[in-house]
């Protein structure tokens, strides 16, 4: 197995994951919080989204993010710079309820640009530093933080989604043996 067929193969499993965690939420659970200053599922699932299309499009290629080319912040009516860094406990509460079914949309044309990206690159490519101003981000050091924060969110949500349903209500990936 490459490198990049183990990075492809992880995030096929991410995405798996996700999805079946979010796959049923209500626009109200989307946006449930537990406390005033926790992110709500809706909010981490977009801003999961947004980070790996500023990651990919933006930083390591330097072209335009999908989020922008595609029209995706008008279809939202949300910024086009946000992805939801730096956000305060009053804009994640504000935040709206997405269309669920057009935010996976979303996600999957920003999964395709990354995957093409991610088949493209070389065992040398991994090296590269696209930003001058951030030498210390390769491009294998954005695909790894990638993959440690997609799983972080993606349990984050599942756990939300169980904590707010009751632990019966997890999909049987999460289901505990025995």
């Known amino acids: ?12 499993m991410e995405q798996n994951l996700l999805v079946e965690a979010v796959e049923d939420l209500s626009a109200e659970e989307l946006t449930w919080q537990p406390g005033p200053d ?57 935040f709206p309820a997405l269309d669920l079914p057009e935010l996976l949309r979303y996600g999957q044309a920003v999964r395709a640009g990354t995957l093409e990206h991610l088949r493209g690159l070389t065992a040398e490519d991994f090296d590269h530093v696209p930003r001058e101003r951030r030498p210390n981000l390769s491009v294998g050091s954005v695909y ?27 999909p049987p990936t999460y289901a505990t043996p025995g």
């Open 144 to 170: 790894r933080q990638l993959l440690g924060e997609f799983f972080q969110h993606q349990g984050q949500i599942a756990y939300l989604k169980g904590l707010k349903r009751g632990a019966g209500a997890l």
């Open 1 to 12: 197995m490459t490198l990049n067929e183990f990075i492809e193969s992880s995030l096929q």
């Open 38 to 94: 926790t992110n709500p599922m809706g909010w981490m699932l977009w801003h999961t989204i947004r980070v790996e299309d500023m990651w990919i499009q933006f930083f390591i290629q330097g072209q335009t993010e999908i989020w922008e080319r595609d029209g995706w912040h008008e279809k939202f009516g949300l910024p086009t710079r946000d992805n939801g860094f730096g956000h305060t406990p009053e804009q994640v509460a504000s």
